[in-house]
């Protein structure tokens, strides 16, 4: 797996129990603790305006 270019680990909904789900707060937990990708659920509002859910 040593050419995989992906990231190994991933950050689920950001920082895990570190900082709230799906904050920018949890965004930059994981990316200080070295994480490459963040995955977390955007939906659309009903006027159109993407947002994450608390």
Known sequence: M?????PRI???RGGG???????LA???VGARYGHT???F???LSKDGQ????A
């Open 2 to 6: 040593s050419n995989w270019p992906y």
């Open 10 to 12: 991933v950050a689920h």
């Open 17 to 23: 129990k570190l900082a709230p789900e799906n904050t």
């Open 26 to 28: 949890a965004i930059d």
């Open 37 to 39: 990708m963040i995955e």
């Open 41 to 43: 659920d955007a939906k």
């Open 50 to 53: 993407i947002f994450l859910p």
